[in-house]
T-cell receptor
Framework: GQSLEQPSEVTAVEGAIVQINCTYQ??????LSWYQQHDGGAPTFLSY????GLEETGRFSSFLSRSDSYGYLLLQELQMKDSASYFC?????????FGQGTELSVKP | DTGVSQDPRHKITKRGQNVTFRCDPI?????LYWYRQTLGQGPEFLTY????????KSRLLSDRFSAERPKGSFSTLEIQRTEQGDSAMYLC??????????????FGPGTRLLVL
């Protein structure tokens, strides 16, 4: 079977750093993506890791360890607008297999 | 380019009726994907196209669901004999070809379906 595990909820304060972990078990693996989705909105792409290591894009960084079937999304200098759901997704051939999402609440 | 567009944005139908949704991808994107999302869950893959060819269809997808992309541009998703369990947000996404960054999928705003 295929499964992705990520925490259901995370709460942090403005200006803080938060890490959202994702572990996966899939029959095929091309890479790990992260998407952000605000309430009522469409998922938007944040990052993609095909190889082990850290990818940095502004305040967001994403890490992958293929040997551990593990990745994380790191959000720095949290802002209120970062309150949203964050999904890890395994790229399997052409399609994405999504986790159930982590709801991030940023408090003032 | 204005991004991926979907029509309609909302659809209410009665059980047993057929519904059809349309998706217009970003121009130059030859790959088009359909996903379904229910409240509190991540998007669930349904099917995807490369140009007009349907390359993969989820094994979970009922025979009541059919998708087309006849000219390799817009796509339609039809659900026949709708059931209450079909109520969900139907998301369309598109991406560039494999050799030009297909790892990034751009999602449309979705069509929210409610089956009464």
């Amino acid at each position: 079977g295929q499964s992705l595990e990520q925490p259901s909820e995370v709460t942090a304060v403005e200006g803080a750093i938060v890490q959202i972990n994702c572990t996966y078990q899939t029959s095929g693996f091309y890479g790990l993506s992260w998407y952000q989705q605000h309430d009522g909105g469409a998922p938007t792409f944040l990052s993609y890791n095909a190889l082990d290591g850290l990818e940095e894009t502004g305040r967001f960084s994403s890490f992958l360890s293929r040997s551990d079937s593990y990745g994380y999304l790191l959000l720095q200098e949290l802002q209120m607008k970062d309150s949203a759901s964050y999904f890890c997704a395994v790229k399997q051939g052409g399609k994405l297999i999504f986790g159930q999402g982590t709801e991030l609440s940023v408090k003032p | 380019d204005t991004g991926v567009s979907q029509d309609p944005r909302h659809k209410i139908t009665k059980r047993g009726q057929n519904v059809t949704f349309r998706c217009d991808p970003i121009s130059e994107h030859n790959r088009l994907y359909w996903y379904r999302q229910t409240l509190g869950q991540g998007p669930e893959f349904l099917t995807y196209f490369q140009n007009e060819a349907q390359l993969e269809k989820s094994r979970l997808l009922s025979d009541r669901f059919s998708a087309e992309r006849p000219k390799g541009s817009f796509s339609t998703l039809e659900i026949q004999r709708t059931e209450q369990g079909d109520s969900a947000m139907y998301l369309c996404a598109s991406s560039l070809p494999r050799d030009r960054g297909y790892e990034t999928q751009y999602f449309g705003p979705g069509t929210r379906l409610l089956v009464l």
